[in-house]
């Protein structure tokens, strides 16, 4: 009887725990607002000619982390939010589902790493640098991510997850040994190394930019140099007569250009324009290094470009960093009581970086821009129509 009544004492509670209505209104959007952002940039890049270079192929391979991250991982942490935090599945979908979460989080900063990369090798190793199509090193680099990332994760597929004592009402990762060993990999890694990259690139840009204003400097000098030199010449008046045409032009071997010369009369502009080349502005061109001339530049969209990416990377730090601590933490630290509320609080704040970076792109950079703003107003109109 007081088993019974314990029973039904229970099942109310039970009925009772289990819907958070606002996490499941959040995550739907959360969800609709990845999934739209991320497949425009997936768009913009492959429709706008503009678009298609080397950084922003990268770009794209971190939008389909985070749409894959849209629809294999976030339905199922957000039913298991609503559920309120209660896991009612079974173990193996559980694992499936860290298994990508693992795997999509890691992808997204190793990609951000490529890009870390393959910036330095573009600003300070720049000959023979392909802005245009992915070669073989890029090719290697996106690989490489995927690859990294699937071997990151892998433990999870391969039965890491299951130890003794399991609790099946919770989903996370069992093993604290490969938490740290995911966390390390993942991210405590890669953002120092991206980190120091990112110093790098800048440094060299700066230098770029110097050695760019030096140059322009030195075109300005010439130009006025040559400027002052024109204005010392003599007037057109005081220039000497003009020749005979038997000693001014040299014979012709065509006999009708022995012709055209003997019947057209040779004039004092004639003498001026075999005499002294007139040389306009546009076709000085100052090269201090000629032998450098097959240097590759870096063009003002490529510095829009790497303008944008420390402010990705500053995003991803700020939303990622609180929860690899406190996952960390929670792991090598048994006595450390960390709620609840405050990791599923963290972890929310990672998954929203999934829907930062097409706002991100949308605000920094020109292009992306004026896609977005041209397919929106083309989908209004068909609406509209």
Aim: include cysteine.
């Amino acid at each position: 009887m007081a088993a019974n009544l314990s029973a039904a004492a229970a099942a109310p509670e039970a009925d009772v725990r289990g819907h958070n209505l606002p996490a499941l209104v959040f995550g739907v959007l959360l969800i609709v607002v990845i999934i739209s952002g991320n497949l425009l940039v997936c768009l913009s890049v492959f429709t706008e000619r503009a678009l298609k270079t080397t950084t922003n192929y990268f770009i794209v391979s971190l939008a389909v982390a985070d749409l894959m991250l849209a629809v294999l991982v976030l339905p199922l942490f957000v039913y298991s939010e609503f559920e309120d935090g209660v896991w009612t599945l079974s173990t193996t979908i559980c694992d499936s589902l860290m298994t990508m979460d693992v795997m999509l989080c890691t992808a997204s900063i190793f990609n951000l790493c490529a890009i870390s990369v393959d910036r330095f090798i573009a600003v300070l190793i720049p000959l023979n640098y392909n802005r245009k199509h992915v070669d073989l090193r890029q090719a290697v680099l996106l690989s490489a991510t995927w690859i990294l990332a699937l071997a990151v994760a892998s433990p999870v597929i391969f039965g890491i997850n299951n130890v003794p004592g399991r609790d099946p009402t919770e989903c996370k990762l069992e093993n604290d040994d490969y938490v740290l060993y995911s966390s390390v990999c993942s991210f405590f890694i890669p953002c120092p190394i991206m980190l120091l990259l990112y110093c790098g690139i800048f440094r060299g840009l700066r230098r770029w930019e110097e050695a760019r204003k030096a140059k322009l400097k030195n075109s300005i000098q010439a130009c006025r140099k040559l400027q002052e030199a024109a204005a010392s010449l003599p007037p057109l008046a005081s220039l000497p007569p003009p020749l005979p045409p038997i000693i001014e032009r040299e014979p012709s071997d065509s006999p009708e250009d022995q012709f055209l010369s003997q019947e057209q009369p040779y004039t004092s502009a004639d003498y001026i324009e075999n005499q002294v080349r007139t040389v306009s502005l546009g076709e000085i061109k100052y090269n201090p290094e000629p032998r450098k001339r097959k240097t590759a530049k870096i063009n003002s969209r490529e510095r829009k470009a790497m303008k944008v990416l420390p402010v990705v990377v500053g995003a991803f730090l700020f939303c990622w960093t609180p929860f690899f601590v406190l996952h960390t933490l929670r792991a090598r630290c048994q006595d450390c009581n960390i709620p609840p509320a405050l990791m599923s609080v963290v972890t929310w704040l990672g998954y929203v970086n999934s829907a930062i970076n097409p706002v991100i792109y949308t605000v920094f950079n020109t292009e992306f821009r004026n896609f977005f703003k041209k397919f929106l107003h083309g989908c209004c109109s068909k609406n509209a129509g």
